[in-house]
């Protein structure tokens, strides 16, 4: 017997789209010898370490560039299954698949049998309630959580949900939207590699790219995975093993490397959803629904927190934050790469002083005048209001033009640097108090630490010194000083010490000079 159409319902040949998927890249370079064509950048710090933001501006754009013609000269590589399917091809890869040999739970021997004949001598009609004959227990095999969750899910209630192709073909007949086969074959798939795992048609990033590149689904996430600053997706394979990941070596740098971030990580595509209206922070969005997160216990400052395993099914134990998702990789729950910053003790509330991500700020005085709009002493932050895209196209820490995922340029060097309005910090505090010296006396009089009570503050160091945010400031947390002050860059802090009326600071740039508030703290 011959697949006389391929998995897409559609005749082979004619005209199609061409797209490779995203193993291409990475395979043209192992053959040639050359650098791979996705150039990820990882920094140690999660505020990031490199460039100042003018100059990563133009270093990320080359880098990009190239990226692009180096992908587009790979994708002739892509070696694809000869289609139609020979029997023997599809008994071969069902003997090692999930299914084995059972033919008998979806075909039927002798369609006489069957009070309705079918198309494939199949049991059952050709879509979902086929497969949900068998697949009744939820979250049985770690994402699939059952009928009436992925009815609601994006994918679910999507009548634009269908496989593209062109490879395997795209599928076009009545109904196709939302079926289970627009992204898994009951018989198996395979590739290059070998058998696809979890019968899907695509191995990894390369199944949900070619429909979520902005063309098929409406987010564009090919793009920002492309980009020089990026989440490994498309540059490590078969790390994950599934959604079954649940203890800390899943995720570590040794004593075997498993660290990556495949699109299961973050996301479940039986379970995730679109936002009604975005939720407060720090709750996750519903497009982050159905996966497993990390529930932190916070202790003293400075001391490694505890750690509880939360599983994916369990989407009701509060909080259900975007911040615990990061902590499978970004926290001591598991074996950090050397020098990479532990956002488990760097967010705790009990420090001195924390980016408002688990709980509000410990400056909570003030003024409203030194926000952005839009912000306040009182608001909280997700990770992702930092780190994302920089175009804006899409939502979450996918890729961007800047280090380490950033969505907007920022100078990870206490070197002197011109700031500008569009950089990230401006996102939530007020350039005009912050980085203006000539803006008006009662804009920088919001900060505590500007004229009149320092003659040179915070608008006098950014914007005539050009110091730096980073100079002085910690991005995430410090747990003995307050209002993120960092010790030890050069450029930098040597000493704070702080009073009720206001502070002494000694730095590799002066003397120790004190200063009084503007207001009280």
Known sequence: MLESAGVGGTPIG????????????????????????????????????????????????????????LLTAARSSWKRMPLPRTAAQITRIMTNGPHGDDCSSCHTMHAGDEAIAREHALLGPNDNTLCDGCHTTAWA???????????????????????????????????????????????????????????????????????HDGAHARSDIRTDMGKPFAHPGSTLRSRHTGPAESVPSDFAISPVNRRHAECEDCHNPHVARTDDVAPPAPEASKALLGVSRVAVLNGAPGIRPGYVFVAASDTATAPVAEYQLCFKCHSSWTTQPSGQTDMGMALNPANASHHPVEAQG??????????????????????????????????????SLYPTILARPYSASPLPHTTTEDELCFRCHAF????????PPAAQSASRFNAPGAARGHAGHVGESRVPCYACHDSHGSPALRHLIVRGRNPGVLSYTETPAGGTCASTCHDPKSYSVNYAR
């Open 432 to 439: 005009s108090v912050y980085a203006d010296p000539n803006a």
């Open 141 to 211: 095999g770690g994402s699939y959580a059952g009928t009436d969750l992925y009815d609601g899910s994006a994918h679910g209630t999507s009548a634009t949900m269908m496989w593209p192709g062109p490879y395997p073909p795209a599928r076009a007949e009545v109904g196709a939207a939302r079926k289970c086969l627009n992204c898994h074959d009951p018989h198996g798939w395979e590739d290059k590699y070998g058998p696809i795992p979890f019968l899907a048609i695509g191995r990894e990033e390369s199944l949900c790219l070619t429909c």
């Open 14 to 69: 004619g005209a199609a789209r061409t797209t490779a998927p995203c193993d291409a890249v990475r395979d043209e370079a192992a053959r040639s010898g050359a650098a791979p064509a996705r150039v990820v950048f990882r920094t140690s710090e999660g505020a990031g370490r490199g460039h100042g933001a003018p100059a990563a501006r133009v270093w990320a754009l080359a880098a990009l560039a190239l990226a692009i013609v």
């Open 362 to 399: 410990a400056n909570p005085g003030i003024s409203p005048a030194a926000f952005a709009a839009g912000w306040s002493a009182g608001s909280l932050v997700r990770c992702g209001d930092c780190h994302g895209s920089e175009s804006g196209a899409s939502q979450g820490p996918h890729g």
